[in-house]
T-cell receptor, first 113, second 111 residues
Framework: GAVVSQHPSWVICKSGTSVKIECRSL??????MFWYRQFPKQSLMLMAT?????????EQGVEKDKFLINHASLTLSTLTVTSAHPEDSSFYIC?????????FGPGTRLLVL | QKEVEQDPGPLSVPEGAIVSLNCTYS??????FMWYRQYSRKGPELLMY????GNKEDGRFTAQVDKSSKYISLFIRDSQPSDSATYLC???????????FGKGTKLTVNP
């Protein structure tokens, strides 16, 4: 399987601060990057899809100005949660795609106090 | 009707049992079928990937796809406690279409 890293693996922050999560596909080039959010005991919820060099496409109900996605290269994408609030506390997982197969990062657990 | 239906369980079996996990779907345009395993507090890990109908075997795992019935299965033989996890089916039409996930089935294999 592909190797995907996410950093940080967990973060605790105060309400109102911004948090940046990095996702790297270490052994393949991902033309498409998906970002998911997962709340406890629930399945993955797609937040947005981005293609390298293009603006991300957000799912309904996901604020594009709050969740900034940058997919500057085929191996790196970032998700910035701006002005985070406690309700943004969740498990964020990136998923780089190669052809029809998606691989997942290990996830970043965000806790907003 | 949801695009993908998966029984969330939980499912509890003794070690060594054969486990059957299933998903049904409604969109006949799905062409690619995947099973992911997710341990608690970890990202999903791709287990099996199949295209169109048929069977695919990898060690103790067998994935089956029946497109005529819109039904996919994952079988785990000689289940082990280390197989305890949530198993998610995922389907896509292909190309750059997004994956559609089932809710996941939580499996516990008891020693």
């Amino acid at each position: 399987g592909a190797v995907v890293s996410q950093h940080p693996s967990w973060v605790i922050c105060k309400s109102g601060t911004s948090v940046k999560i990095e996702c790297r596909s270490l052994d393949f080039q991902a033309t498409t990057m998906f970002w998911y959010r997962q709340f406890p005991k629930q399945s993955l919820m797609l937040m947005a899809t981005s293609n390298e060099g293009s603006k991300a496409t957000y799912e309904q109900g996901v604020e594009k100005d709050k969740f900034l996605i940058n997919h500057a290269s085929l191996t790196l994408s970032t998700l910035t949660v701006t002005s985070a609030h406690p309700e943004d506390s969740s498990f964020y997982i990136c998923s780089p795609a190669r052809r029809e197969t998606q691989y997942f990062g290990p996830g970043t657990r965000l806790l907003v106090l | 009707q949801k695009e993908v239906e998966q029984d969330p369980g939980p499912l509890s079996v003794p070690e060594g049992a054969i486990v059957s996990l299933n998903c049904t779907y409604s969109n006949s345009a799905f062409q690619y079928f995947m099973w992911y395993r997710q341990y608690s507090r970890k990202g999903p890990e791709l287990l099996m990937y199949t295209y169109s109908s048929g069977n695919k075997e990898d060690g103790r795992f067998t994935a089956q796809v029946d497109k005529s019935s819109k039904y996919i299965s994952l079988f785990i033989r000689d289940s082990q406690p280390s197989d305890s996890a949530t198993y998610l089916c995922a389907l896509t039409q292909g190309g750059s279409e997004k994956l559609v996930f089932g809710k996941g089935t939580k499996l516990t294999v008891n020693p």
